[in-house]
């Protein structure tokens, strides 16, 4: 179960869903961010954002997933939204968000992460470049991290150095956004900047491979340890 909300950034209404365990807590809290998918459908009509707040919350997590493309009418095609992305307003989103979940009773602000699949692997590295605050993020799969988007905005990839939390990052060996190259690319902008990471490549599996909505790009296997190596490395970093 999850109750929604909604925050106003820049005078638009942004709705987010929240997934709580139980117990007072405090509780460690994680930002979700969501994957491209969403964009057309909305939070509530994917199964596969909906069971990450679940797998979440039974875990011990407070979850926050937040409707990040509500800059744009609902039917708006999902390839004007992504090209139309910028990176300014996201991170107003993010500041939103943030305010939210650290102000919560039942959240210990000292123990939030950050993580996201696919567009939304993209925009936690964008997180983490500009909250010193967060204590861990994952990125699985995130695409087009070494570009900029919108006017102006610098590739998140050259701000690594102000990422200030440890980060994992889960990737298929078969995918091209991002690549292998990629991924490689990303793996050193961490190491010159000094950011504790580990990361994990899947042979057999390529973008999207968590999604089990996706029958083509799905992988079970590659899928379940990828879900623990999450839960090890936030456990570790936040729990």
């Given amino acids: 179960m999850y109750s929604t909300h909604d925050l106003t950034v820049n005078g638009s209404a942004m709705p987010i869903f929240v997934f709580e365990p139980e117990g007072d807590g405090p509780h460690p809290g994680m930002v979700v961010c969501q994957h491209l998918p969403v964009a057309h459908a909305g939070i509530e009509k994917d199964p596969f954002t909906i069971d990450i707040g679940e ?22 095609d999902v390839a004007d939204k992504r090209d139309a992305w910028r990176d300014d307003w996201n991170v107003a989103d993010l500041e939103a968000i943030w305010d939210f979940i650290s102000g919560k009773d039942n959240v210990d602000t000292a123990r939030i992460g ?9 925009v936690t590295w964008v997180g983490a470049c500009h909250n ?11 695409g087009r991290i070494k570009l900029g988007l919108g006017p102006d905005a610098t ?26 190259e990629d991924v490689k690319d990303l793996d050193a ?22 999604d089990f909505v996706n029958e083509e790009r799905f992988r079970k296997e590659q899928t379940e340890d ?7 490395f ?3 970093h936040l729990k």
């Fill in 55 to 76: 797998k979440l919350a039974a875990a011990g997590y407070v979850a926050v997933i937040p409707f990040m493309f509500h800059w744009w009418p609902p039917e708006d």
């Fill in 114 to 122: 950050i993580m996201g699949h696919c567009w939304g692997g993209r």
């Fill in 132 to 142: 010193p605050n967060y204590a861990a993020a994952a990125v699985f799969y995130g």
């Fill in 155 to 180: 590739p998140p990839i050259d701000m690594a150095d102000r990422i200030n939390c440890p980060m994992l990052g889960i990737f298929g060996n078969d995918d091209q956004n991002p690549s292998p």
């Fill in 189 to 210: 902008a961490l190491n010159a900047a000094n950011v504790p990471h580990e990361f994990h490549g899947y042979d057999g599996a390529g973008h999207g491979f968590q």
């Fill in 226 to 232: 990828a879900w623990n190596k999450l839960f090890d």
């Fill in 234 to 236: 936030m456990d570790r």
